[in-house]
């Protein structure tokens, strides 16, 4: 969330954040009720301090009553003001939650994913010699799944990999993961088991109303508990009331966990293969720091995603997401999408995003700088690899005219030494 003393210093910035993002703009209603909960701050301390006063002078008066009326007044006087108080501040905190993180002035200005930029493209696109065929028919003619089998047992948008395409899922996951530990990163298996509240200080949605994530988030019932989307979800809040030190800053996480989404904003959309499901697994980068390490830390997440690809040997290309694209508690985000023979297009397999100390203020993350004053941390988040869904430009981009698909080369040592899977080999 926003800081209230920048939204008094800067409400026409915040105003323009609204608009360029695609919120409402509640800006002069939170300035009003601001003022009204100083006003009222101010005034139940002067009579607070008024009512101490005559308390103290009842036990020696000579004519108590009168006192005592008047501090019965005043009671009465505070207790009302208490509760306008206390209904003015939920108010205020309500919208609060609801005012989006102003995005970087580097971040292209736009109100959809059509208007996003982008920013450079690597590798060559292959030409094959054949008609390439689309994720779904590799996965059927090698027998390395079995929709509705699956689809029988488990319902609809589900999968189950099997045999060797099940062993490159958790090879590029496996690689992935050792990747980042080389990198310094602290490898961290989050359960997916979690609060509301934590997705909550996440920042992902929008007010106070935790009924707000029912479209997207499982619930499970009869418990207060849900599954998570995301390792972001957990790591955000390991240090929650901490205060960390400046010296141990940057600290860099990356996180594995299953993840679960319902999808319902997606209905029709990727439903045939295994690009959108409701569980799938991913390796997530994560980091704390300070405000002036975020950008650098940006372009080392970005850049750790687009090694990844390199040692994929996939084309990519690299994306800035525009203001309307980024989200509700961005600063700054680009994606990286990899190219996708059957679609002939590229398609996004991870967001790099800063978040500035948005979720750290929800959390209440701080670390102690130099000079001995309290600050909140910057976050910052990059998929490390989500799977099935890498799978898809993987098997497409590296198939062979007989179904087999041929291993890229960093795999090959977690794959037993082979060089290529499927086909009639």
């Known amino acids: 969330m926003i800081d209230i003393k920048y939204i008094r210093e800067n409400p026409d910035v915040v105003k323009n954040a609204c608009r360029v993002k695609g919120f409402a703009d509640n800006v002069d209603e939170i300035l009003a009720l601001d003022s009204r909960v100083r006003e009222l701050k101010t005034i139940t301390q002067t009579m607070t301090a008024e009512k101490n006063k005559i308390t103290k002078e009842i036990p020696t008066a000579t004519d108590k009553a009168p006192l005592i009326a008047k501090s019965k007044q005043i009671s009465d006087e505070i207790a009302a003001d208490m509760a306008e108080l206390a209904d003015k501040e939920a108010q205020l905190n309500e919208l609060l939650h609801c005012v989006p993180q102003i995005p970087s002035p580097d971040a292209p200005i736009g109100r959809d994913d059509s208007e996003n930029v982008e920013v450079r493209r690597i590798g060559k696109i292959r030409e094959f010699d054949f008609t390439p065929r689309p994720q779904w028919d590799l996965l059927e003619m090698n027998g390395w799944w079995m929709p509705e089998k699956i689809a029988g047992i488990c319902g609809t948008r589900v999968?189950?990999?099997?045999?060797?395409?099940?062993?490159?899922?958790?090879?590029?996951?496996?690689?992935?993961?050792?990747?980042?530990?080389?990198?310094?990163?602290?490898?961290?298996?989050?359960?997916?088991?979690?609060?509301?509240?934590?997705?909550?200080?996440?920042?992902?949605?929008?007010?106070?109303?935790?009924?707000?994530?029912?479209?997207?988030?499982?619930?499970?019932?009869?418990?207060?508990?849900?599954?998570?989307?995301?390792?972001?979800?957990?790591?955000?809040?390991?240090?929650?009331?901490?205060?960390?030190?400046?010296?141990?800053?940057?600290?860099?996480?990356?996180?594995?966990?299953?993840?679960?989404?319902?999808?319902?904003?997606?209905?029709?959309?990727?439903?045939r293969?295994?690009?959108?499901?409701?569980?799938?697994?991913?390796?997530?980068?994560?980091?704390?720091?300070?405000?002036?390490?975020?950008?650098?830390?940006?372009?080392?997440?970005?850049?750790?995603?687009?090694?990844?690809?390199?040692?994929?040997?996939?084309?990519?290309?690299?994306?800035?997401?525009?203001?309307?694209?980024?989200?509700?508690?961005?600063?700054?985000?680009?994606?990286?999408?990899?190219?996708?023979?059957?679609?002939?297009?590229?398609?996004?397999?991870?967001?790099?995003?800063?978040?500035?100390?948005?979720?750290?203020?929800?959390?209440?993350?701080?670390?102690?700088?130099?000079?001995?004053?309290?600050?909140?941390?910057?976050?910052?988040?990059?998929?490390?690899?989500?799977?099935?869904?890498?799978?898809?430009p993987v098997i497409e981009n590296h198939q062979n005219a007989d179904g087999s698909v041929n291993i890229p080369k960093k795999l090959q040592p977690l794959m037993g030494g082979r060089t290529k899977i499927g086909g009639k080999h």
């Open 159 to 271: 999968y189950a990999l099997a045999g060797e395409a099940a062993e490159l899922e958790l090879a590029v996951q496996t690689y992935v993961i050792q990747k980042l530990i080389g990198k310094g990163f602290k490898y961290i298996e989050c359960p997916s088991i979690t609060k509301p509240q934590t997705i909550f200080n996440a920042g992902h949605f929008m007010g106070s109303d935790l009924s707000v994530m029912n479209n997207d988030v499982f619930m499970l019932t009869d418990t207060d508990r849900c599954l998570a989307g995301t390792a972001e979800i957990v790591l955000n809040s390991l240090h929650a009331d901490e205060v960390l030190n400046e010296k141990d800053l940057p600290i860099k996480y990356a996180g594995f966990s299953p993840c679960f989404r319902k999808e319902a904003g997606a209905a029709g959309r990727d439903t």
């Open 273 to 392: 293969g295994i690009v959108r499901v409701h569980q799938f697994n991913k390796v997530e980068q994560y980091v704390f720091c300070t405000p002036e390490q975020s950008d650098e830390m940006h372009e080392h997440l970005l850049n750790n995603l687009c090694e990844v690809m390199e040692d994929l040997e996939l084309p990519y290309r690299v994306i800035a997401n525009c203001t309307g694209d980024m989200g509700f508690n961005k600063v700054k985000m680009n994606d990286v999408e990899a190219w996708i023979p059957s679609e002939n297009t590229y398609r996004e397999l991870g967001s790099c995003s800063s978040i500035g100390q948005f979720q750290a203020r929800r959390t209440n993350t701080r670390y102690r700088a130099s000079d001995g004053t309290l600050k909140f941390c910057a976050t910052l988040n990059n998929t490390g690899i989500a799977l099935p869904r890498a799978l898809v």
